[in-house]
């Protein structure tokens, strides 16, 4: 069956920088457009960031332009997060999955920006 499993998240001051992975088994990784999504407590799953099948193309939620980049490498079924100039309201945990959340969620992993 489908399977993600995210790493990479931790404790990190504001300002700072932190890199995400998101392993993905049981699907035809390359066949997917792929998105990072997080979940603040108390609030919604959103939309950050979403990759092309060959990441040719990428874009982002407006909160995080310029600041985060995405990126994939399907030879490993990995899709990736890079996190800079973090800032406290990027708490959350973030998650990954196709694009529009079609396939079964992974746990996440918890990122918390706080000095």
């Known amino acids: 069956q489908v399977q993600f499993v995210e790493s990479g998240g931790g404790l990190v001051e504001p300002g700072g920088s932190l890199g995400l992975s998101c392993a993905a088994s049981?699907?035809?990784?390359?066949?997917?457009?792929m998105s990072w999504y997080r979940q603040a407590p108390g609030k919604e799953r959103v939309r950050v960031a979403t990759?092309?099948?060959?990441?040719?193309?990428?874009n982002y939620a407006d909160s995080v332009k310029g600041r985060f980049t995405i990126s994939r490498d399907n030879t490993k079924n990995t899709v990736y997060l890079q996190m800079s100039s973090l800032k406290p309201e990027d708490t959350a945990v973030y998650y990954c999955?196709?694009?529009?959340?079609?396939?079964?969620w992974g746990q996440g992993t918890q990122v918390t920006v706080s000095s």
């Open positions: 999955n196709a694009h529009g959340g079609t396939l079964t």
């Open positions: 049981g699907v035809t990784f390359g066949y997917y457009v």
């Open positions: 990759i092309s099948t060959t990441a040719g193309t990428a």
